[in-house]
């Protein structure tokens, strides 16, 4: 942000500590009657005054010791020379002269100077003073305050400074950036709404703090200017207060006002931006200095400046403007000026995706590259390797060597970096110069010793065998740099993920290693991510968690917040290996950085007993207003995953949040806090109608219009299940006459679901949508019209179907099959709602966040709508000839290794399963650097001979490094079955090639093969995971004609939680209503599961599941029922 004492007509007048106090004058009527007495015995004066505030200050550099000051205003203009008298508890009597303060903003053209203020001296620590005056002997006692508490930066903002323009609200800002103070406050006034929203966000970041004051009055001048008139207050009082912050922040460290001018000269200095005003033109026809002889360095590097600033935001170059800059700048070669030269290099390398024939200036850069001068070598090499077409890569290659092993570490690292720039476009080139870089990750600098890891990382990195080679090596050895060890920590980190290896690897052992180093960083580093990986021992998470336990008790407050930070992250999965840290945790309490603080009570929260939440509880309540909201979401997160441990706690957790749901925030504070409400309600019913009374409370005044929206739908789907939901339709109807258009929808559907879901109240939900058919909105006049109709045809199904349950279908899918009914023009049949697929949530169920906390998922997030996996693959498969007339795509499964991680070969599976066929997509990668694949297919073979192979789609090439695809489409079996085993052989012909090159070395190929594990279509393949959310109500409307109920044994099986992941597996379909959380203790529990099976036929099933204690074993009763009497057989005899 920027701020231009140019082209604001404004100016900041910087005050030192001012110091004022302020006493108490008026009367019965609140007004006090006063007059003053000129000092040659002249008439006496009457008028009215308004008193504002009354301060008693003790010492000061302007007003010296023991001093009330007087701020009032009046609607007279007197005299300077007005006295008042002041006597305080002792008798002492002083002279009170009353001086301007403030002017009363009239109109554009008019200003009255009216507002007054008034000193006296008074007894030490005097609490009260009395006020009187010659004539009129009437003593009026008037209280003393003392001064405000300190602050860093005050900003006293009026309201007639932001009539015409609303920059000065930028300078303020940007003072306070000057400035470095840790708050700032900031009296405002506005009736601008833009201004408001600004100076709230602003608020929300920490950035400023907003005292706001009453409006002005009415008046005609302001109105016209759009300005808030709502409550009458008089101007002269607005006007005061706006001086009393003048006054109250008296101690701050720096406090400022901004006030309009009157003589601004557009030629004054300023602390503005010179380039925030460049134009391009101005700057290219500048660069004409460029050509002078002699150069002007100075002059040259201003221009050059401008340049690059316009390049670097944005600006656009046309070529043929890029290119006469472009030989213009190759001039400035001839300068000696080190500061130019070096922005020479700059701007070669910016214009040289700009300019034509960038290239004449190759044999400058060689020559500077090559040179004695060091401070212009590493830029050359840069610039240099930037222009460098990789086809003439071979020129610079033997330079570039050189430059590896130069002994000015400089040069190296530019050259370092630069090659793995250029092994993006020219792996093939980069790899050729292996042996001098694996030289360089021996260098003495630290450095030098990275960046050449780096780089021979990137060249390795398709080789997971020459990977872990690499660690193995270089963990071995004592390398010198502390980034490089931490960059290798990373790539073994990565490579036990990828190649799932046992806690024993290498890969293990050289990150616990890690954990006995030297250096903090190092260290840091291998207990991250130890504390990061799924697959460790409980030594190895014991080691990581003793040094985190080290690090907490450090002196160094990065330390302790990183050490805090991963053990807050860490004790999601293993409170109880974290809870050996808790006496060093308690200690960080009391730590006086607010963020670490934070991190270790909500560590605590999720690690201590369920006794200790109360106290800690306490603990944070004492300074969460004094976090920003990143570290607030942390603890809110943290008691979300608190409430899953001890439900029990609900009530002190809910007050906890409510009063930070009304406390200003951003939307991401406050959607965690919604967010957290919403699951406490939904994994404690005793919490239900507490929560969701908050909730109603919450969007009375809520101004984020999602959020809002996502409440009214909770409300919709929870409150008419409560005893009494009459009470909660007043909150929904005064969101439909309130709200903005968005929020007016929701709350129509909220309302319809009571109709539907209550039928004593239906009539008068009736009545009240009726009154929506002349809302200015078509969304909400045609949502009313729906659900009106449908409420008073008062039909079970279709209530349950358009109104309870919510649309799960595809968006994108849904986009495209209607795109192409349209334009199909064939309307005689009307739209087919089962031919897009479907969805497993339905569209207006916001997403459950998982229970845990991770600092990487706080912050701002896109907000836009992302396609589906399955919308991307049909549109993949709908471009393949033989694809296009499968019709929609009804369900793709995962991702399904069928070699292992290691081998020469790798290739997946995916099986996309529509109306009649099923396709097998096959992602292959050939990790052999000397080999081409060509003609690269999967043959199949069932093992049950009822399937065929309809069609098979071969990869032409299948390059080193570079994942490939071939196809297999499978026709449904006429027999009905919908389960299948297949051998699968990976075949293949082999052209070798260069390793260096990728070209073959000679025109013979043959013909090879790989096998591949074998591949089972099951039923859960033909199922779409659906979720119902009323699914006692969906039960019953499927009826019992297509109802099949079986029991089963489960031999394998030892406890219900097990049971309940195989049954979801075997089935594919989605759990409802939370029913797979099973109670602690009980042998019996009921599973409820939904989803659609291929063809769009609905499909429910009840699982009742009983354990036997005496020997672990498990039998279940399955019922299911479908529209389809054949899904039902299917489902259920996919358990057995």
């Not at 954990?515 to 504390?531: P, Q, S």
């Not at 805090?564 to 060093?584: F, G, Q």
């Not at 979401?633 to 809910?654: F, G, N, Q, T």
């Not at 672990?1112 to 479908?1122: D, F, G, H, L, Y």
Request: negative net charge; contains cysteine.
């Amino acid at each position: 942000m920027k701020s231009s004492n140019n082209s604001y007509n404004w100016f900041p007048i910087l005050s030192i500590v001012i110091t004022f106090s302020v006493w108490q004058y008026y009367g019965d009527d609140g007004k006090a009657k006063s007059s003053t007495n000129e000092s040659d015995g002249a008439k006496t004066e009457h008028f009215n005054m308004v008193f504002q505030n009354a301060f008693y200050i003790k010492e000061d550099a302007m007003f010296g010791n023991d001093t009330a000051v007087i701020l009032f205003s009046s609607e007279t203009n007197f005299s300077k020379k007005r006295t008042f008298f002041c006597k305080s508890e002792s008798g002492l009597v002083t002279t009170a002269y009353t001086e301007l303060a403030a002017p009363t903003f009239i109109n554009e053209e008019r200003c009255e100077w009216n507002v007054f203020r008034s000193e006296c001296k008074v007894d030490k620590e005097s609490k009260f003073v009395n006020i009187f005056n010659s004539n009129d002997y009437e003593e009026v006692l008037t209280q003393l305050e003392r001064p405000h508490k300190a602050v860093d930066l005050a900003i006293c903002y009026g309201h007639s400074f932001l009539l015409d323009e609303w920059q000065g609200l930028l300078t303020t800002i940007e003072m306070y950036r000057t400035f470095k103070a840790n708050i700032q406050q900031l009296y405002w006034r506005s009736g601008r709404r833009e201004i408001y929203d600004l100076l709230m966000e602003y608020q929300r970041h920490a950035i400023i703090k907003l005292d706001l004051f009453s409006p002005f009055s009415s008046h005609e001048s302001l109105v016209k200017m759009g300005l808030d008139v709502n409550l009458k207050l008089s101007t002269r009082n607005y006007l005061a207060q706006m001086n009393d912050c003048f006054l109250k922040y008296r101690n701050a460290k720096y406090v400022m006002i901004l006030v309009m001018r009157k003589d601004k000269k557009d030629d004054e200095p300023g602390a503005e931006n010179i380039y925030s005003h460049l134009d391009k033109t101005a700057v290219l026809q500048e660069g004409g200095a460029f050509n002078d002889t002699p150069i002007n360095a100075k002059k040259c590097t201003l221009t050059l400046s401008k340049l690059l600033y316009l390049i670097w935001n944005g600006e656009t170059i046309i070529r043929i403007e890029g290119t006469k800059i472009f030989f213009s700048i190759t001039k400035l070669w001839q300068s000696k000026d080190v500061n130019l030269r070096r922005l020479v290099y700059l701007a070669i390398k910016d214009l040289s995706t700009i300019a034509d024939d960038v290239i004449i200036v190759t044999q400058s850069l060689t020559k500077d590259m090559t040179g004695k001068d060091d401070i212009y070598r590493a830029p050359a090499i840069r610039a240099l390797c930037k222009i460098t077409d990789p086809s003439m890569l071979q020129a610079i290659e033997r330079y570039m060597k050189q430059a590896f092993v130069d002994r000015t570490p400089a040069v190296s690292s530019a050259a370092l970096v630069s090659s793995i720039h250029i092994f993006k476009k020219s792996p093939e080139v980069v790899k050729r110069w292996v042996n001098e870089i694996q030289e360089v990750v021996t260098s003495d600098n630290q450095m030098v010793q990275f960046h050449a890891l780096a780089l021979l990382y990137h060249i390795r990195s398709g080789d997971r065998i020459a990977i872990s080679k690499m660690i193995q090596k270089y963990g071995k050895s004592s390398m010198k740099s502390p980034l490089a060890i931490c960059y290798l920590i990373r790539i073994a980190a990565q490579l036990i993920v990828t190649e799932d290896a046992p806690t024993d690897s290498i890969m293990h052992q050289f990150i616990v290693q890690c954990l006995h180093h030297k250096n903090e960083i190092v260290i840091f580093e291998g207990a991250t991510a130890v504390a990061n990986l799924t697959n460790v021992s409980s030594s190895q998470l014991a080691s990581a968690i003793s040094v985190l336990q080290l690090m907490c008790s450090s002196q160094k407050p990065t330390l302790r917040f990183a050490a805090v930070r991963t053990l807050n992250k860490l004790s999601t999965a293993h409170p109880e290996i974290v809870s050996s840290c808790n006496v060093d945790l308690e200690q960080l309490i009391t730590d006086p950085n607010r963020s670490i603080a934070t991190l270790a009570i909500t560590t605590l929260l999720k690690t201590g007993a369920e006794t200790s939440v109360d106290r800690l509880m306490k603990q944070i309540s004492s300074f969460v207003s004094e976090i920003s909201d990143e570290f607030k979401i942390v603890v809110i997160e943290a008691i979300r995953s608190l409430c899953v441990r001890y439900p029990r706690k609900h009530s002190v957790m809910m007050q906890f949040l409510t009063p930070m749901l009304r406390n200003e925030g951003g939307f991401a504070y406050k959607k965690a806090i919604v967010d957290t409400i919403i699951a406490i309600i939904e994994e404690n019913s005793d919490a239900k109608e507490i929560g969701l009374n908050h909730l109603c409370e919450f969007i009375e005044d809520c101004e984020h219009n999602q959020l809002a929206t996502k409440v009214l739908h909770i409300l919709g789907c929870e409150c008419p299940k409560l005893k009494n939901p009459r009470r909660y339709i007043r909150y929904i109807y005064n969101r439909m006459i309130l709200e903005a258009t968005q929020v007016r929808a929701a709350a129509v559907s909220a309302l319809a679901k009571f109709g539907a879901h209550c039928p004593e109240l239906r009539e008068s939900i009736i009545v009240l949508l009726n009154r929506c058919l002349l809302d200015t909105d078509d969304e909400v006049r045609d949502r009313a019209t729906f659900y009106i109709e449908v409420l008073k045809g008062g039909n079970g199904a279709h209530l349950a179907a358009y109104v309870l349950n919510c649309l799960q279908v595809s968006v994108t899918g849904l986009e495209r099959a209607l795109q192409d009914y349209m334009g199909e023009g064939d309307f005689s049949e009307p739209f087919d709602l089962n031919s897009v697929p479907v969805s497993e949530k339905p569209i207006t169920v916001a997403e459950h966040r998982r229970p845990s906390l991770s600092m990487d998922e706080v912050g701002e997030k896109d907000d836009k709508p992302k396609v589906s996996r399955q919308d991307l693959f049909m549109e993949q498969l709908s471009i393949i000839p033989q694809f296009k007339d499968l019709g929609p795509l009804f369900r793709s499964s995962g991702q399904i290794q069928l070699t292992e991680s290691v081998a020469e070969y790798n290739v997946t599976l995916i099986k996309h399963v529509f109306a009649n066929h099923v396709v097998l997509q096959f992602d292959c990668l050939n990790t052999l650097d000397d080999q081409l694949l060509e003609n690269v297919s999967v043959e199949l073979e069932a093992l049950d001979e009822v399937w065929n192979v309809e069609h098979r789609l071969p990869l032409a090439k299948l390059i080193y490094n570079q994942v490939g695809t071939t196809y297999s489409l499978l026709e449904m079996p006429d027999s009905g079955s919908v389960q299948g085993n297949f051998s699968a052989i990976l075949t293949f012909q082999v052209a070798d090639v260069d390793p260096t090159t990728g070209e073959p070395e000679s025109d013979s190929r043959y013909d090879d093969s790989f096998c591949l594990e074998e591949i089972e279509i099951s039923v859960a393949d033909h199922v779409q995971p659906l979720s119902k959310i009323n699914f006692v109500n969906d039960w019953e409307l499927l009826g019992e004609d297509n109802e099949v109920e079986e029991t089963y044994s489960l031999p394998n099986i030892k406890n219900i939680a097990t049971a309940i992941k195989k049954i979801q597996s075997d089935l594919g379909m989605a759990i409802c209503e939370r029913s797979d959380v099973v109670v602690a203790g009980k042998n019996n529990h009921i599973l409820l599961l939904g989803g659609v099976f291929r063809g769009g036929f609905t499909a429910m099933a009840k699982v009742k599941i009983a354990l036997n204690p005496q020997d672990n074993t498990v039998v279940i009763n399955i019922a299911v029922r479908s529209e389809d009497d054949g899904v039902s057989q299917v489902l259920c005899a996919a358990i057995a």
